[in-house]
Each structure stands twice: as structure tokens, then as C-alpha cells.
């Protein structure tokens, strides 16, 4: 089987952070998040991916490349204009001769791929959506089946008063190939505005398989942290950069710390960091790659990028800081503060 993986988006719901970089780039533990998706697929066998691309495509173009470092080969779609996610894997359909898997760009989850297959293939499905039970808010799609399985109604982003039903779309699907003779060409065409709606008037044999696994939708800031979160409680089975020096911390290599540092579980810290005399660590703060933290800064339940510079005597505590920033001495930053350098 092989898969298609939507990574078009310009991530609105993301700004500032998306100024610089595309959701797919969005690191959860030091790596990408969709790169975990690519290491998802090749645990279950699945070697030949498409990405779509538009919004700074080059970012994840040259991260990714050819896809060879995860034993996968990519190849790229372009979309000048955007297409809608239904549109995208239209303009490529000649590439899939037979049942594949469509998974986002921006999500996260350990969903045993096998069983979705053997579901898809077991009902004769034409069409098959995952779902999954959410207790949050509804920003996405909601679907309603029969006792078997089957989708018996759909709707993407209802208000609050359209909602009959907890389970979510998560965006991970199979398709047949024929399915797509119903997309039309160079048009934007969306999954969960035009094409599901569409295959249920035409009461076309389509399923809905539900998961207990592990998902999360990174579309939104409070997405981001939560995705964050869960890596480190270890909410969801993923590989970590690093090696784990104590219950839930780890620490990449090249990187310095000073004696009289404290280093508070969960934690990450990414590859050549230097963190500086009388530094605090505290729970659930995730380092990016070549940071520098000086004398008596404090760190908790924050998100620090690449390249980030922290001087002496900083507090932060729920914050991101984007790539390439430096705080200055002696400032505090709370509640939720994003700050982002454009470039």
C-alpha cells in the first residue's frame, strides 16, 4: 500500500509560528511531527509516499528529501494554487493503481495501521474514515454510523447544535483509487466539505473504523502544547531523540550542562545545547537543538525551538519560543506567550 501525505496548509490557526515555518515542520520532541508519521508508516510497510506541498514546501522538501533516512521514497506534488486536501490527491491519482492511505501532515498518533488495512479490505469499503472519541471541542468533522460500521451521516466542523455525535474525523483514511472519478480536475475540492458528503448521497459503500489509539490534530496553539504534553507523559509510543539520563528526561548529544543546573522530569533537551550555572529545568519544558541558557534563568512547561538564546535571570513559563530567538536579561514571560522572529 502506499500513502498520501497532505502538508499543503498554510496553518493560519498557527500564526505567528507559522510565519516561518509549515505545520508539518512544527517540532514535538525535537523532530518534526510529521516525521513521525513517516516512521509510522515504515513500521507497518508502507514505502512510497506522495506530500503535497505549497506553503514554504521548500522547508520540508529539504528536510525530508528523498525520504531515504527513513528507508521510504517521497515523492513531492506541487500545488501552485492550493487544491483543497480531496484536490491534491486528485491531481495525482494516476500515481495510486490501488487501495491507499491518506494521513495529515500536522497529526500525531500511534494507530496500528495493520487493523485499519484489514478493516478497510474485511468490509469491502470503498471509503474508510478513522474516527476517534474527543471530549474537547469540536473543530472537526463528527460522523454517525450504524452497528456495523457504516457512515450513516457526516458533517465537517458543526456548530455546537449540529452535534450528534462525540466521535471525530481525524483526516486518516483509504481510499479506492475510483473513488476519485468523482473529484474534479484543477478544482479545489475538500474531503469533508465536498467529496464525503457527496459519496453518502450516493449511498456508496462507506465505513467508518474507530480507534483507541493515540491521535491528536496540531492545528491550533493549545493543540501543540497538549501533542507536547503527551510525548512527555509518554501519553503516546514514539521514538525520542536522545538518551534518557533519569525517569523522563532526556538529553541529546553535544550538550553541556552545569553541575548546579536542576533538571525537573519530564524535560527534553535537543543536540549542543549549553545550559548555564544555577539554571532550573522544570517539568514538561522541551529544548530544541543548539540552545544556549545562561546563569539563573528559569524554564517551565515551555517550548523552546532551535537556536533559542535565554540570558540571565529569564522566567518562562508557558511560553514557545520560535527558532533563532534570544531573550533578554532579567524579563519574565508567562501565560501562554508566543514570540517568534520573522524572517
Known sequence: MKAFILAAGEGTRLRPLTYTIPKPMFPIANKPVMEYTLELLKKYGIDEVIINLHYQGNLIRNYFHDGRKWGIKIIYSEEKKLLGTAGGVKKIINFFKSPFLVMSGDGLTDINLSELINFHQKKGSIATMVLKKIDTHFEYGV???????KIRKFIEKPSWSEVFSNTANT??????????ANVPKNTFYDFGHNLWPLLLRKREKIYAYETDSYWCDIGNLYEYRRAQSDVLQEKIKVKIPGEEIKKNVWIDTGTEIHPSARMNPPAIIGRNCRIGKNVTIGEFTVIGNNCVIHQGAKIKNSTLWDNVEVERNVELNNCIIANNAQ???NISVFDGSVINIRG
Not at 143 to 149: A, H, I, M, S, V
Not at 171 to 180: K, L
Open 171 to 180: 483526516g486518516i483514511y483509504i481510499f479506492q483509487p475510483e473513488v476519485f
Open 327 to 329: 531573550v533578554k536579561e
Open 143 to 149: 460522523t454517525l454510523t450504524d452497528k456495523n460500521g
